[in-house]
């Protein structure tokens, strides 16, 4: 009988074993990467330690899996942070493509392509959200968004789940308050799990006629909308009297594109916004603008606002709060603190109680002067944090030129009326305003320091959990921005798609349409495409680029004329656009020299420790090197830089961000550089760590696109040798 008893345990054990699913089974094996950025406080911190600052210098590549995705002659770029969930790695390629692999061999396991109607503009991703039922009657599941649509796929097949919204997916659009069909909505980056909701922020547009930015809280099995926060207040709501009367209905932006982080324990999530639209005027939305550039605190079950911290009034600079939040415990005095941190493209860390809000250095108001702009009414004041100092150079005077009597070259700013001999870097910095932060911007061109991509970026910064250390890269590149007064009527042969061009075009593909870097050039698009693709990627969007589907077809229709440089058959006067605002952006772009390099002195990129507990610094080093550079008297150069850190439990940084498309590991001690290895295409992603099977591995997205570098579709995961 006892042999009968043993044969049929071992049936038994035969049959768990092999019916059991990899995704559900836990394994004592295996250390996950199940929350973007490594877990609800956006740490980037993971406990492995088998890698460390002894042996990091044995790394070997351990697998790579192209993902695809990529399209001949369009720039592409993938900015993911993969999840790893038992023993099986998530990401998305260059084309929004869901796939599943092994996460010990990269051998692909299945691939979810969206297959949503008029689903043109892509968009980007940076990450995924997972949840976990507790239920049988529920899998778990993984939602991305693509597009305009937030999509719910089982992590055990790859499908669907068809009882989410509508066959799987629901539409960003709805719920806002306006005609969807006219609103340009998406989500790069992954929404906050919290109990049975999933909470979006989204990007919308920067120009004038965007959408609204409210953040809603989506129920994780139906889709249905549980709650909605309105970022541009409405009558009745905390906030509104800081925007014109009905503001709310027209004005866009207000949104939270970067990220966020949840205490789980105490249920409030933590949203960062951006700048209000447009993003360089702000004639028509007089005030404070609450909730932009705000860092919001919301009971995560309900919505309610707890508290808030605005970090510009009335921005004018399109200084979005670029990152999600960390939080943390900050040790004062022996007591332990809840803290949030939020660090800024301007360069600066602000810390609070994260329960109170209650600023933990001080924040002084400081006065600035007025805009010169007709119609424009900048806020008297800005606030800055006292402590930590900026960990980016907040002023650019000639003194900081790294050879002022080069030639000048402004990236994608040329002016129409430029001599043909260039002013050197010092003649064409002292023609413009060059005063610090908050330095209203003006026709004559003004020096936005740090630029329009930070100091620091989405990548976001590291803060090691155990104790209060944060670790951020940073840029350190100027841009010039300059205003175009728009004219109603421009006069006997101007174009009537000129005005709509330089509102809606101009910020992104430059003041002459010369195409920023990773952004194409549109002067010679007549060449490429037809006159009716260009019309539907500027309603649809396109890759990175969203839709302007507030336009309408006469407008559309002006602009792609105008940028073709063909006659109209009808003469349509840009006046008739529904947009009005007096100025557009006539330049806009980095300062280089005849070289292709920033102007400022070197590192232009850098990577650096702050004590949260202190506010003092640890260290700071250049990140990355500009090959090309050739001058013995800077060793390492730093680079621009994109993607953030992941630290762990070894003592070991790694970052891969930089321009020259390799990988690094630090010793989060000191900042010593330990080990590096060259990428296919560049890492703009925040790396992750896990472990599988006994063994730790690091995972980086070469999706490379970004500062004109090549594009990429590989995934790369390196490990110790066996």
Same mark, same amino acid.
């Given at each position: 009988?006892?042999?009968?008893?043993?044969?049929?345990?071992?049936?038994?054990?035969?049959?768990?074993?092999?019916?059991?699913?990899?995704?559900?089974?836990?394994?004592?094996?295996?250390?996950?990467?199940?929350?973007?950025?490594?877990?609800?406080?956006?740490?980037?911190?993971?406990?492995?330690?088998?890698?460390?600052?002894?042996?990091?210098?044995?790394?070997?590549?351990?697998?790579?899996?192209?993902?695809?995705?990529?399209?001949?002659?369009?720039?592409?770029?993938?900015?993911?942070?993969?999840?790893?969930?038992?023993?099986?790695?998530?990401?998305?390629?260059?084309?929004?493509?869901?796939?599943?692999? =092994?996460?010990?061999?990269?051998?692909?396991?299945?691939?979810?392509?969206?297959?949503?109607?008029? =689903?043109?503009?892509?968009?980007?991703?940076?990450?995924?959200?997972?949840?976990?039922?507790?239920?049988?009657?529920?899998?778990?599941?993984?939602?991305? %968004?693509?597009?305009?649509? @937030?999509?719910?796929?089982?992590?055990?097949?790859?499908?669907?789940?068809?009882?989410?919204?509508?066959?799987?997916?629901?539409?960003?659009?709805? &719920?806002?308050?306006?005609?969807?069909?006219?609103?340009?909505?998406?989500?790069?980056?992954?929404?906050?799990?919290?109990?049975?909701?999933?909470?979006?922020?989204?990007?919308?547009?920067?120009?004038?006629?965007?959408?609204?930015?409210?953040?809603?809280?989506?129920?994780?099995?139906?889709?249905?909308?549980?709650?909605?926060?309105?970022?541009?207040?409405?009558?009745?709501?905390?906030?509104?009297?800081?925007?014109?009367?009905?503001?709310?209905?027209?004005?866009?932006?207000? =949104?939270?594109? +970067?990220?966020?982080?949840?205490?789980?324990?105490?249920?409030?999530?933590?949203?960062?916004?951006? +700048? /209000?639209?447009?993003?360089?005027?702000?004639?028509?939305?007089?005030?404070?603008?609450?909730?932009?550039?705000?860092?919001?605190?919301?009971?995560?079950?309900?919505?309610?606002?707890?508290?808030?911290?605005?970090?510009?009034?009335?921005?004018?600079?399109?200084?979005?709060?670029? /990152?999600?939040?960390?939080?943390?415990?900050?040790?004062?005095?022996?007591?332990?603190?809840?803290?949030?941190?939020?660090?800024?493209?301007?360069?600066?860390?602000?810390?609070?109680?994260?329960?109170?809000?209650?600023? $933990?250095?001080?924040?002084?108001?400081?006065?600035?002067?007025?805009?010169?702009?007709?119609?424009?009414?900048?806020?008297?004041?800005?606030?800055?944090?006292?402590?930590?100092?900026?960990?980016?150079?907040?002023?650019?005077?000639?003194?900081?030129?790294?050879?002022?009597?080069?030639?000048?070259?402004?990236?994608?700013?040329?002016?129409?009326?430029? =001599?043909?001999?260039?002013?050197?870097?010092?003649?064409?910095?002292?023609?413009?305003?060059?005063?610090?932060?908050?330095?209203?911007?003006?026709? $004559?061109?003004?020096?936005?320091?740090?630029? %329009?991509?930070?100091?620091?970026?989405?990548?976001?910064?590291? @803060?090691?959990?155990?104790?209060?250390?944060?670790?951020?890269?940073?840029?350190?590149?100027?841009?010039?921005?300059?205003?175009?007064?728009?004219?109603?009527?421009?006069?006997?042969?101007?174009?009537?798609?000129?005005?709509?061009?330089?509102?809606?075009?101009?910020?992104?593909?430059?003041?002459?349409?010369?195409? $920023?870097?990773?952004?194409?050039?549109?002067?010679?698009?007549?060449?490429?495409?037809?006159?009716?693709?260009?019309?539907?990627?500027?309603?649809?969007?396109?890759?990175?680029?969203?839709?302007?589907?507030?336009?309408?077809?006469?407008?559309?229709?002006?602009?792609?004329?105008?940028?073709?440089?063909?006659?109209?058959?009808?003469?349509?006067?840009?006046?008739?656009?529904?947009?009005?605002?007096?100025?557009?952006?006539?330049?806009? &772009?980095?300062?280089?020299?005849?070289?292709?390099?920033?102007?400022?002195?070197?590192?232009?990129?850098?990577?650096?420790?702050?004590?949260?507990?202190?506010?003092?610094?640890?260290?700071?080093?250049?990140?990355?090197?500009?090959?090309?550079?050739?001058?013995?008297?800077?060793?390492? +150069?730093?680079?621009?830089?994109?993607?953030?850190?992941?630290?762990?439990?070894?003592?070991?940084?790694?970052?891969?961000?930089?321009?020259?498309?390799?990988?690094?590991?630090?010793?989060?001690?000191?900042?010593?550089?330990?080990?590096?290895?060259?990428?296919?295409?560049?890492?703009? %992603?925040?790396?992750?760590?896990?472990?599988?099977?006994?063994?730790?591995?690091?995972?980086?997205?070469?999706?490379?696109?970004?500062?004109?570098?090549?594009?990429?579709?590989?995934?790369?995961?390196?490990?110790?040798?066996?």
């Amino acid at each position: 009988m006892r042999n009968w008893y043993l044969l049929i345990g071992l049936i038994l054990t035969f049959i768990f074993l092999g019916c059991s699913n990899p995704v559900e089974k836990k394994s004592p094996f295996t250390k996950t990467w199940q929350h973007y950025l490594g877990d609800p406080e956006r740490s980037h911190f993971s406990e492995l330690l088998e890698i460390n600052t002894t042996n990091v210098n044995s790394l070997k590549l351990a697998w790579s899996y192209k993902s695809g995705g990529l399209e001949e002659g369009r720039t592409t770029q993938i900015q993911t942070n993969p999840l790893i969930i038992d023993g099986i790695l998530y990401g998305v390629n260059p084309s929004i493509e869901l796939f599943a692999l =092994n996460a010990k061999t990269g051998s692909e396991i299945w691939k979810y392509i969206p297959n949503a109607k008029d =689903n043109t503009g892509l968009g980007l991703n940076r990450g995924l959200s997972y949840w976990q039922s507790n239920s049988e009657s529920e899998e778990n599941r993984l939602f991305f %968004a693509s597009g305009f649509r @937030l999509y719910a796929v089982s992590a055990k097949t790859g499908k669907a789940i068809d009882t989410f919204g509508e066959n799987g997916s629901i539409d960003l659009r709805d &719920g806002l308050g306006r005609n969807k069909e006219q609103l340009a909505v998406y989500a790069n980056t992954p929404g906050a799990i919290y109990k049975d909701l999933i909470i979006m922020g989204t990007r919308v547009g920067e120009g004038p006629g965007s959408s609204p930015g409210h953040i809603r809280a989506y129920d994780v099995v139906t889709g249905e909308i549980r709650w909605t926060f309105h970022t541009i207040p409405q009558p009745g709501e905390y906030g509104y009297q800081t925007w014109p009367k009905d503001a709310y209905k027209t004005v866009g932006g207000a =949104n939270s594109w +970067s990220g966020n982080a949840v205490d789980l324990d105490r249920g409030i999530v933590y949203f960062p916004t951006g +700048s /209000a639209a447009f993003d360089w005027y702000g004639g028509d939305r007089h005030g404070e603008n609450l909730f932009a550039n705000s860092l919001l605190a919301l009971d995560a079950q309900t919505g309610e606002r707890l508290w808030h911290f605005q970090f510009v009034h009335h921005d004018m600079w399109d200084r979005d709060l670029p /990152a999600p939040p960390n939080l943390f415990e900050l040790d004062r005095d022996g007591d332990k603190i809840p803290a949030v941190a939020q660090v800024t493209k301007s360069g600066h860390v602000f810390v609070f109680n994260r329960v109170t809000g209650e600023p $933990l250095f001080p924040i002084e108001e400081k006065e600035y002067p007025p805009s010169s702009l007709k119609g424009e009414s900048a806020h008297s004041t800005q606030p800055l944090p006292t402590k930590p100092a900026p960990f980016a150079r907040q002023e650019l005077t000639k003194n900081d030129l790294y050879q002022p009597n080069r030639p000048a070259f402004v990236d994608d700013f040329v002016d129409k009326d430029q =001599n043909i001999d260039p002013p050197t870097v010092l003649e064409k910095l002292e023609s413009i305003t060059s005063k610090g932060q908050f330095m209203p911007i003006d026709t $004559l061109g003004t020096i936005l320091y740090p630029g %329009a991509d930070g100091g620091a970026e989405w990548g976001g910064a590291a @803060l090691d959990p155990r104790d209060g250390v944060m670790y951020v890269n940073s840029n350190e590149m100027a841009w010039i921005v300059r205003m175009k007064e728009v004219l109603e009527d421009e006069g006997e042969g101007s174009h009537p798609g000129e005005a709509l061009t330089q509102i809606n075009c101009a910020r992104c593909h430059g003041g002459e349409l010369q195409g $920023l870097a990773g952004i194409p050039e549109l002067q010679t698009i007549k060449e490429r495409l037809s006159l009716d693709s260009i019309g539907k990627i500027i309603k649809n969007g396109k890759g990175a680029m969203p839709g302007m589907p507030n336009l309408s077809e006469v407008e559309i229709n002006a602009i792609t004329h105008y940028i073709s440089g063909i006659e109209m058959e009808t003469d349509h006067r840009a006046e008739k656009s529904s947009i009005k605002v007096p100025y557009a952006v006539a330049g806009f &772009g980095r300062f280089k020299d005849d070289r292709g390099f920033p102007v400022v002195k070197p590192p232009w990129g850098t990577l650096n420790a702050i004590d949260l507990n202190t506010g003092e610094y640890l260290w700071k080093v250049p990140l990355g090197h500009e090959e090309k550079l050739n001058d013995p008297s800077i060793p390492i +150069s730093g680079t621009e830089n994109y993607g953030g850190p992941v630290i762990t439990a070894g003592g070991l940084l790694f970052i891969a961000a930089t321009r020259d498309e390799k990988i690094r590991a630090f010793d989060m001690k000191n900042g010593q550089q330990l080990w590096e290895d060259n990428l296919p295409a560049g890492g703009y %992603a925040t790396p992750a760590m896990y472990e599988v099977g006994g063994q730790q591995f690091l995972v980086v997205a070469c999706g490379g696109g970004k500062m004109g570098t090549k594009s990429g579709d590989e995934y790369r995961a390196y490990a110790l040798e066996k």
